[in-house]
């Protein structure tokens, strides 16, 4: 247990974030494909990482979660500056996102394909690994995670309207503008939170929000409830699945994810085709 508990609470709690940021972002951009590596945070939080890992020697945990954390608000931040002139409008964040998650996907690529013996530990950290989870780290991941899940449920009222369009939400006295940055903002903090326990590679934030509506939950405030024990449930299975599937050689959490993901996400378009 002592082993098991720290990987089971990080793996929750990175399904509780990654699955809340999918469904505002869904909801957000009116875009049932969206997810939280659009935005380019992952990327983001990879980047900051891969520079810790070939800077510094043997770096710790806590420091290896604040250079990810550094690397996300970057991307928050060039995301936020180039969606300003438009207003905030959700497609051109996503572009945005998207680009940027293809810029830094290829810096990172061409760093691990240097030969050098610390890309291999950027590959296992891409991997959505929880190997160095501990309890001290774990517990305040937890924590983290139920503090923005409850900064979640103060824009529930947002996420009803705002997908009405601008015009709707404008009638009932929401500030569009301010609403999306705020939303935006949280599912950043949410993404870089999540990926800086399990790692980038997670398919969680596009296939919790859709397993909610799959139940029949279509209101902001039940599917976010929803989408969140559906991402805590998919995660902390997948740790399991990991440790257990090729005893006593390990997977990583978030690849066993999107090794169910991928084919989800394939499943879903052969629907919508």
Known sequence: MPWRLPRMLAALAAGLMLAAAGLILQRLTANEMASPEVLGVSAGATMGMAALVFL??????????????????AVLLVILALGWRSGFLPERIVLAGIALNALLDAVVAVLSATGDPRA??????????????????????LGLAVLLLGLCTLTLRWLDILPLGRAAAQAVGIAVQPARITLFSLAVLLTAAGTMIVGPLS???????????????????????????????VMVLADWI??????????????????VGAPFLMLLLRRRG
């Open 56 to 73: 510094v020697t043997a770096p710790a945990l806590p420091l290896q979660m604040g250079s990810a954390a550094l690397g996300a608000m």
């Open 120 to 141: 291999l530990k950027l590959l296992n950290w891409i991997a959505g690994s929880t190997y160095g989870v501990t309890l001290e780290t774990a517990l305040p991941a």
């Open 203 to 233: 398919f969680v934030g596009l296939m919790a929000p859709h397993i909610a509506r799959e139940l029949g939950l279509i209101r902001a405030r039940s599917q976010l409830f929803g989408a969140v024990l559906a991402g805590a449930v």
């Open 242 to 259: 990991g440790r257990n599937l090729a005893f006593p050689y390990q997977l990583p959490a978030g690849l066993v994810s999107a090794l």
